[in-house]
């Protein structure tokens, strides 16, 4: 719950991360309390497995959020814009990124990101059985993988902007030759920024389209593939 994206945000108060909190522990505790009741021993040790547990799911989900404020800021210096209002958010990112994952956890929340997380939950147990811990080999392969995944989400989504700054800057490039007399950065810079918000218009739908479908898959089948 610290980790999940929308309810785990530091701008949400504590006391409503607590009450949330509870209310999903009143949602997945009745589907798995048998297992728990069977394969662990109320202790430390099995507290301690469990939230770790937690930790790794909640960080499998938290590296789609990475993913867009990585494909913002890739996104921000293709077009120049990557200092424009870049502190407005608790995380320094531009203003590429702070839209793109605001509209993202917007979007998830509204598309039943609640429920997707309850499934997750419950079915984590299938694969990380309560008081067992977790092979670490396992667990590293898992997470080197979901890094992996979230920093080639994040290019996808940012290639058309780096597509169109590298296709912009060889035609800069050819009119400076053609004309040398031409000023082509008091020209250039300004169509760039124009260029990119257009862009961003055009492309924020599709992207976040497909950011919803790849969170949809790992909160219907986390340990499955790579988050």
Do not use: C
């Not at 949330?20 to 099995?46: D, Q």
């Not at 940012?158 to 800069?172: D, G, K, S």
């Not at 492309?203 to 389209?209: E, K, M, Y």
């Amino acid at each position: 719950m610290a980790l999940l994206p929308g309810f785990g945000e530091a701008s949400v108060p504590m006391r409503i991360r607590l009450m949330l909190a509870a209310g999903f522990t009143a949602v997945v505790f009745p589907a798995v309390s048998g297992e728990i009741a069977a394969s662990a021993v109320l202790n430390l040790g099995a507290v301690l497995i469990e939230a770790g547990a937690g930790l790794a799911l909640g960080v499998g989900f938290r590296l789609f959020v990475f993913a867009l404020q990585i494909a913002g800021t890739i996104a921000a210096q293709s077009t120049s814009l990557a200092q424009l209002t870049g502190g407005a958010s608790p995380e320094p990112l531009p203003a590429m990124g702070h839209l793109l994952t605001m509209a993202g956890i917007a979007v998830a929340v509204a598309s039943g990101l609640h429920l997707q997380a309850a499934r997750a939950l419950i079915v984590s147990y299938e694969v990380l059985p309560a008081g067992r811990l977790p092979e670490a080999a396992d667990l590293a392969r898992w997470g080197v993988g979901g890094i992996a995944r979230a920093f080639a989400l994040a290019l996808s989504l940012a290639a058309p902007f780096v597509i169109a700054a590298l296709v912009y800057n060889l035609a800069l490039g050819a009119i400076n030759r053609a004309m040398p007399q031409l000023m082509v950065a008091f020209v250039g810079a300004p169509a760039m920024t124009f260029g990119g918000l257009v862009l961003l218009f055009l492309v924020t739908p599709g992207a976040l389209a497909l950011w919803q479908e790849a969170l949809a898959g790992f909160g219907a089948d986390p340990f499955g593939a790579p988050p």
